[in-house]
């Protein structure tokens, strides 16, 4: 199960989703589920989240995370920095793509983005922050405030760069190099697509995405 969630990302940077997949479903199989939530649990939540942040799929896995929630609260696994990050995180990114779709709940949704994003602000973790801050520019974004989403991203590329997060940072510069348009962007999609590249990332798009777990600017 561990192996599951750790290779599923590299899996799917180089294009291997329906392996990663395969793979997946495979390992839901032969694991049972006992009374409470547990550690395999978790890595089946994180593993589902790695494939829809590719494919761009955020209902289901919006749904799961909450109705996974009471169950991650009673256990205190929200205690831990680690998971307290990847859960917001994965809530961050199904809540954001729920309110791209408007509707009545747009707001709601949009309101527990800003929620996660505090939230991570407040982890002491390595990469809570420059997720914080993905998740804040992509709101700005989305508001129509530019400047404030180029300025976000600057401030999550550097904290991903001085906390030795070098794939987190290459998916910040491809979306922050389209944000800019100009020469500087120019320069960093160059250095983003060589990085995704040399990673052997076959849909550079997809692969940023996964990169800064499921946060785009469109």
Do not use: C
Not at 59 to 86: D, K
């Amino acid at each position: 199960m561990v192996l599951t969630v750790s290779s599923l990302p590299a899996r799917l940077v180089r294009g291997d989703a329906d392996g990663a997949r395969r793979h997946l479903e495979h390992a839901r199989r032969v694991w049972r589920r006992p009374r409470d939530f547990s550690w395999p649990d978790l890595h089946l939540l994180i593993s589902d989240f790695w494939l829809a942040s590719y494919h761009g799929e955020h209902a289901a896995l919006f749904e799961r995370i909450q109705a996974e929630w009471p169950a991650l609260q009673r256990g205190q696994w929200m205690r831990s920095p680690l998971i307290n990050t990847s859960i917001r995180a994965l809530r961050g990114f199904a809540a954001l793509g729920m309110s791209r779709e408007g509707g009545k709940q747009e707001a709601v949704y949009r309101d527990l983005v800003r929620s996660d994003a505090k939230a991570l602000a407040r982890v002491r973790f390595s990469y809570s922050s420059g997720l914080s801050l993905t998740l804040e520019a992509a709101l700005a974004f989305d508001r129509g405030e530019l400047q404030r989403a180029s300025e976000l991203l600057r401030l999550a590329l550097k904290l991903f760069g001085e906390n030795g997060l070098p794939s987190a940072a290459l998916g910040v510069q491809l979306h922050l190099g389209r944000l800019l348009g100009d020469d500087e962007g120019d320069a960093l999609l160059k250095r983003a697509d060589a990085g995704l590249l040399a990673m052997g990332a076959v849909d550079l798009e997809r692969a940023a995405r996964i990169l800064t777990w499921g946060v785009t600017l469109a």
